[in-house]
Antibody, heavy 121, light 110 residues
Framework: QITLKESGPALVKPTQTLTLTCTFSGFSLRTRGVAVGWIRQPPGKALEWLAVIHWNDDKRYSPSLQSRLTISQGTTNNQVVLTMTNMDPVDTATYYC?????????????WGQGTLVTVSS | QSALTQPASVSGSPGQSITISCTGSSSDVGTYNSVSWFLQHPGKAPKLIIFDVSNRPSGISNRFSGSKSGNTASLTISGLQAEDEADYYCMSHTTRSTFVFGTGTTVSVL
């Protein structure tokens, strides 16, 4: 059974850097083709794809947010970390992580429950 | 990359069929058969219901079906049920090896 869970601060101040962790089980990021992605959703608005990291450490970012995002593997084999710099109130959103199951699978099969991040002074 | 275009809302009566469109470009929907659809109930995480244009994950009702023509993908829900009331999002892989979501569609069951 695949599970993912997002964790991080519920509140950050404008200009601060946000660090979120996705902790997963049921699959390995060392398996060829596997990837973990981050997606966010501002309250009442649409989903927005942010970043993805692949089994071979290849990383891709949303073109509009690329300068502010960094995705990396965590300190343990079952974690992926996303950092977003220079946070602004418009970045208030629920942040999700999801898994891409295989090499030819360009979709996110399972998702975490999401974590709400509010940006406010 | 611009968000894929979906109608803001679609409605239907119980038992009817509805179709949600998802229009992109030759940089995403038009190039790959990598369009997926997600269902999201209020306060819940999105759930995958269609992948690779027309494939259903295990456990997803066959009332959900997908197709694609050119730069537009479509999701059809047949035999509409009250539980189908939710937000629906399409997503596509892109030529830059990134992903892009649709603008989202709220489905109402009258």
């Amino acid at each position: 059974q695949i599970t993912l869970k997002e964790s991080g601060p519920a509140l950050v101040k404008p200009t601060q850097t946000l660090t979120l962790t996705c902790t997963f089980s049921g699959f390995s990021l060392r398996t060829r083709g596997v990837a973990v992605g981050w997606i966010r959703q501002p309250p009442g608005k649409a989903l927005e794809w942010l970043a993805v990291i692949h089994w071979n450490d290849d990383k891709r970012y949303s073109p509009s947010l690329q300068s502010r995002l960094t995705i990396s593997q965590g300190t343990t084999n079952n974690q992926v970390v996303l950092t977003m710099t220079n946070m602004d109130p418009v970045d208030t959103a629920t942040y999700y992580c999801g898994n891409r199951p295989g090499y030819y699978d360009n979709y996110f099969e399972s998702w975490g429950q999401g974590t709400l991040v509010t940006v406010s002074s | 990359q611009s968000a894929l275009t979906q109608p803001a809302s679609v409605s239907g009566s119980p038992g009817q069929s509805i179709t949600i469109s998802c229009t992109g470009s030759s940089s995403d929907v038009g190039t790959y058969n990598s369009v997926s659809w997600f269902l999201q109930h209020p306060g819940k995480a999105p759930k995958l219901i269609i992948f690779d244009v027309s494939n259903r994950p295990s456990g997803i009702s066959n009332r959900f079906s997908g197709s694609k023509s050119g730069n537009t993908a479509s999701l059809t829900i047949s035999g509409l049920q009250a539980e189908d009331e939710a937000d629906y999002y399409c997503m596509s892989h892109t030529t830059r090896s990134t992903f892009v979501f649709g603008t989202g569609t709220t489905v109402s069951v009258l």
